[in-house]
């Protein structure tokens, strides 16, 4: 038989512990704190401090091509980089370097005159920048894809030299399919180069390119808009 005075201990335990835990809480936080005081504003001398850096206010296009800070800036960008990764686009910028300058000496031949074995070559490439100036700390992109090897710009530099305009049979890139840029591209000029631009370059079996910051250009067709003083030429080897 249940005894009903154990049941109503039974009921009252959970009041008991309840009331047990409040009166052990009100014990722990006392009565005998010290009353909240407001901290005084401070009065002493003020620090010096750098002013903040003025937002970026380079343009992002010039007319209707992008600027080479434009395009490298989207490009990095995880909302606008859909603009501008994998498609064909405008960039107008001035050459600052170029690889032709410091072709090998056993590169520099006729189109059908195999290099020699040990040879070693780079692609033909330029870089553009948005000043005359090759700033290291300013952007630039890499332009490849306009000459598959030296052999095809030796002979464009041999055609186009004997010209002042542009011949009516402009050297053609028979693998990469493109017409190899008259004039050919020089340090300081300044031009608008369209094709597609993206992270990488994969138009040749020689290897992929890459270039996760500023990105790459593979060449379609170009505008000069302002000559080079100098035109492209070897330093190795002569035409």
Known sequence: MVDPAAMHIRHLAPTLLATAFVTVATAACGTNDEPYKATPAWSG?????????APETKPLKSGDAYTVYGASHLLRSRIHEKDVNGKEITIEGYIVASNIEDAPACAVHPVGKADPDGCKSEVPSFYIADSKTDDPNAPRIRVLGWSKNFATVYDAMKLYGKSKEKPKEAIQDDMLTVEVPYPLPAVGAKI????????????????????PKNGVMTYKSIETVEQAATPATFKNGKI
Not at 193 to 211: A, P, R
């Open 45 to 53: 001398r003020k620090p010096t401090l750098p002013a903040p850096p």
């Open 192 to 211: 608008k180069v369209t094709g597609t631009y993206g992270f990488t370059f994969t138009k040749l079996t020689t290897g992929m390119v890459t270039d």
